[in-house]
């Protein structure tokens, strides 16, 4: 809610400045971290190009990590603005469901990497400034696994985030409900 003048509250159907910076910035950085992710996968083995992609992949991935728990808590502590007109059962149902996996693979795609990396013995570097540590023993077979995860995690990914464009687009250009507008500025003229 805002306060729009004396004695008056009106509802605010905009998502925060706190909570779009953490939206789009780290959309950005999820993107850019899966172009990178696709372009090394199809590189030959142990080409230098190969290891400056995912060098910076890796920083990227870590880069998601330590924002999303803020963005998280943040999240859980302000809450989301209603929508202009209620989501039918499906919708909201598919919007928290989809919401819920991008959370999760936000989480689980960086540690699933930061394992596979750091169980293999090779470095975690944060953008050359410094490498992570390594929290885990190398184990082969752990390595693996975690290598399997961050692959299928990365279709799944793809997946969510496609499926997420499409009901923008579908929010945005068949139903005009204004759904997608949440996640924009405020125009200055507008009240709400």
Sequence with gaps: MTYAGPLLWTPVFH????????HWSMAAIILAAIALGIWAFNLERGSE????????HKSLGLTVLSLV?????YRLAIGKP????????????????????LYALMILMP????????VAGRPLP???LFE?????????VLSQLA???HYWGAWIICSVLALHVLAVAWHSWVKKDGVFARMLPRSRDARV
């Design 49 to 56: 190009l190969k290891a400056s992609l995912l060098f910076i």
């Design 111 to 118: 540690i699933s990497g930061y394992v596979f990396t750091g």
């Design 82 to 101: 209603p929508y202009r007109q209620p989501l039918h059962t499906f919708n909201r149902i598919g919007s928290s469901v989809a919401h819920l996996l």
């Design 132 to 140: 992570w540590p390594s929290l885990v023993p190398k184990y082969k």
């Design 126 to 128: 944060f953008f050359g």
């Design 15 to 22: 998502y925060d400045r706190v909570q779009r910076a953490f």
């Design 147 to 149: 290598g399997v995860f």
């Design 69 to 73: 728990m803020p963005r998280l808590s």
